[in-house]
């Protein structure tokens, strides 16, 4: 299954200034050689022989406690997956271009005539329990999806190409009819029967089919609607993976120690902590080697780049930082996103004048070491031809800002510009916290905005703790006009799942037939002609541009500081299950 994350919001700019001016040459130089540096580094630590044993201190930086909910099948937020991840391992290993291969978990078959995939887990694949993963255990993840009471955000209209899940799901059936276990609940073979075969299937993070096992023996007793506040997801989690769960501190660590069950050997390490620290601190706590793996926080570069006795490791990831704008509501009874053509952030003009007047290049050159750089689409440039590299994006013009508002109506009356129908126009942006650099950052584009006479003010009057964020921004909160946030993304570069109608991340609302025509095009039959896809990326890109529901922002070199005494950590896709590092590869060297 796609896994599209909530990314927690990563602060750009410093506490100096508010309103940015044009950079320095010197500053500029100095940030195109951080980033050429950036660009050079590799992808994982030399490989060395490992020994046994020694515990590794991961850092996992934050300034708002984890959630807690150890589930594919019901987190939505990064800190969780990282927390999850040396006990978390999906059922498919994958190439370095994210198509599934058969060294891991399980094998995948399919059968484009038949309109099947078969998936077979492997003998030995057994949880931290001893038990053998199951056909059951397989199927299970697309009950907990698909049944309304468990309130999982996962369900997608994408997963309704598999037979009966959408009756399942509508409550018409108590089974999945299309999902068949030839040898029984106990076999380790799952056939899926699909309505329609799709371009994407071959590759991890394609949404159509469920990724990841449940251990039923251990979840069947939790009501569906309970399973997300139960001591088995919340306090006692349990995995396949090279590792099992010694002890939670609520929001705060995790210690994990190996499975001895695990189906690829014993792990190198004893241990793995993984423990919350304020992104405030993790400059010093990378130079005083606190931890033996921690991500760099960009804007902090400059104050961590000669540490000694470090490995840095870069890429730049699958995700992007966006501007949303709320313009309806999601429809629980119909399972749909549904517009409100009288929302006040409907009119065209109003959101491409705000997307003009970010100056996103600007910040991102002075105040990120120059490894952030601003972005011109909603796909990364990451997905090759998919990429359309003639998109403008919005780059910084308030001429064109104002003319676009003052065109649409939105007259000055006073300091501020008035509504259409000349009522006062407040736009209430929400914007989460993070480390020290967030809140001059948002306070910037509220400058910016306040230039071409826009009065936007932030929802409660400061920042929002990231849990109430995805609070308010999940259950469409009256008081949020506007939302700065991000996602990162699956390998498959489908965006069926965050912008269609039946997407419950689809968190602007908004549904339009032409997106919907274009996305139903990306995943059709015909999409199995490379270049006939490519064309419907195309389109569909130039198409959210120009209607700016969403206006993409930002991506940034993500740069790991590693202890020089670690071996097998890897950004590789061939080295991660679905965005999860294999931790069994991991170790101290000898």
Not at 492 to 520: D, H, I, Q, W
Request: some cysteine; charged content about 25%.
């Amino acid at each position: 299954m796609k896994k599209t994350r909530l990314l927690r919001s990563v602060g750009i700019v410093t506490a100096a200034a508010l309103t940015l001016v044009a950079c320095g040459k010197s500053s500029d130089t100095a940030n195109n050689e951080n980033a050429k540096v950036a660009s050079k580094f590799p992808e994982a630590v030399p490989t060395k022989e490992a020994k046994q044993g020694g515990t590794l201190k991961y850092a996992i930086e934050t300034d708002t406690p984890f959630t807690g909910i150890f589930s594919d099948e019901l987190y939505t937020g990064s800190l969780d997956a990282d927390v999850a991840s040396p006990g978390e391992e999906e059922l498919f290993d994958t190439d370095d271009s994210f198509k599934i291969t058969d060294k891991g978990p399980a094998t995948m078959k399919l059968d484009q005539k038949a309109k099947t995939i078969t998936i077979t887990v492997k003998k030995g694949v057994k949880w931290s329990d001893g038990k053998q993963v199951t056909a059951k255990d397989i199927e299970y993840p697309y009950e907990i999806v698909a049944n309304k009471k468990s309130k999982s955000q996962r369900y997608t209209s994408e997963l309704e190409d598999i037979v009966g899940v959408k009756e399942y799901h509508n409550g018409q059936s108590k089974t999945i009819s299309g999902i068949e276990l030839p040898e029984g609940e106990d076999g380790r073979t799952v056939v899926l029967h699909f309505k329609e075969m799709k371009p994407g299937m071959l590759y991890s993070g394609n949404g159509y089919f469920w990724e990841s096992a449940a251990p039923y023996h251990y979840l069947k007793n939790v009501p569906f609607e309970k399973l997300q506040s139960s001591d088995q997801i919340r306090k006692k989690p349990m995995y396949f993976g090279p590792f099992k769960v010694q002890k939670i501190v609520r929001g705060q660590s995790v210690t994990w120690v190996p499975n001895k069950y695990y189906w690829r050997g014993k792990p190198k390490l004893d241990k793995v902590i993984c423990q919350v620290i304020s992104q405030n601190s993790a400059s010093q706590a990378i130079k005083s080697h606190k931890f033996d793996v921690a991500q760099v926080i960009n804007s902090q570069w400059d104050q961590v780049k000669d540490t000694k006795g470090v490995n840095f490791i870069a890429q730049i990831p699958l995700q992007y930082r966006y501007l949303g704008f709320k313009v309806g509501e999601w429809d629980s009874k119909q399972d749909k996103n549904v517009m409100n053509p009288k929302s006040k952030m409907s009119n065209k003009s109003l959101r491409q004048a705000m997307g003009y007047a970010m100056n996103v290049a600007a910040v991102d050159q002075r105040y990120t070491s120059g490894l952030s750089f601003p972005v011109t689409t909603l796909i990364p440039k990451q997905f090759g031809d998919y990429f359309d590299k003639d998109a403008k994006g919005y780059s910084y013009n308030l001429k064109k800002a104002n003319d676009l508002l003052d065109k649409a109506g939105y007259k000055k009356k006073g300091k501020w510009r008035v509504q259409p129908n000349g009522k006062p126009l407040t736009i209430n942006l929400l914007a989460m916290t993070g480390s020290s650099v967030q809140e001059p950052t948002i306070q910037n584009y509220i400058q910016q905005w306040n230039k071409i006479g826009l009065n936007v003010k932030l929802v409660g009057g400061r920042l929002t703790e990231f849990n109430s964020f995805y609070d308010k921004v999940q259950h469409d909160d009256p008081e949020v006009d506007a939302f700065f946030a991000a996602w990162g993304l699956a390998s498959e570069p489908s965006p069926a799942s965050m912008y269609g109608e039946g997407a419950p991340m689809n968190y602007t609302r908004f549904v339009t037939p032409e997106n919907t025509k274009l996305l139903k095009e990306i995943d059709s039959q015909k999409s199995f002609d490379h270049n006939y896809r490519v064309q419907k990326f195309h389109e569909w890109q130039e198409y959210m541009n120009d209607q700016a529901y969403v206006i993409p922002v930002e991506n940034s070199y993500k740069v790991i500081a590693v202890n020089n005494k670690v071996t097998g950590y890897s950004t590789k896709p061939s080295d991660n299950s679905n965005g999860h590092q294999l931790w069994h590869k991991v170790g101290f060297v000898k």
